[in-house]
């Protein structure tokens, strides 16, 4: 009923960019935050970074200055602008958004996309 698709991955040179985004879609009434995540291999899944409803925002030490979270909320969607990358930023890279859904007021869920490879590699 909720789905939560990216795009905007793919192989970037050292020192370039990349613009993911990631569209909500369904029975969304409500969401309260929106962010990433990226697993590399052989490593766990962490956080990038987050932003809630309010506006504020949080992002892993690794990616401050380089990366900017944003959202439109008018579209369910939420952008990540990835810049001066570098070959550790590679990795499979998840939207996650924890809301509401329609005719259920009383609980927060939590859904996850099915992820977008970023390649950081000359």
């Known amino acids: 009923q909720v789905q939560l698709v990216e795009s905007g991955g793919g192989l970037v040179q050292p020192g370039g960019s990349l613009r993911l985004s990631c569209a909500g879609s369904?029975?969304?009434?409500?969401?309260?935050?929106m962010g990433w995540y990226r697993q590399a291999p052989g490593k766990q899944r962490e956080l990038v970074a987050i932003?809630?409803?309010?506006?504020?925002?949080n992002y892993a030490d690794s990616v401050k200055g380089r990366f900017t979270i944003s959202r439109d909320n008018a579209k369910n969607t939420v952008y990540l602008q990835m810049n001066s990358l570098k070959p550790e930023d590679t990795a499979v890279y998840y939207c996650?958004?924890?809301?509401?859904?329609?005719?259920?007021?009383?609980?927060?869920?939590?859904?996850w996309g099915q992820g977008t490879q970023v390649t950081v590699s000359s």
């Open positions: 996650k958004a924890e809301l509401q859904v329609h005719r259920d007021y009383d609980h927060w869920y939590q859904y």
């Open positions: 932003e809630t409803s309010g506006g504020s925002t």
């Open positions: 369904g029975s969304i009434f409500s969401i309260r935050a």
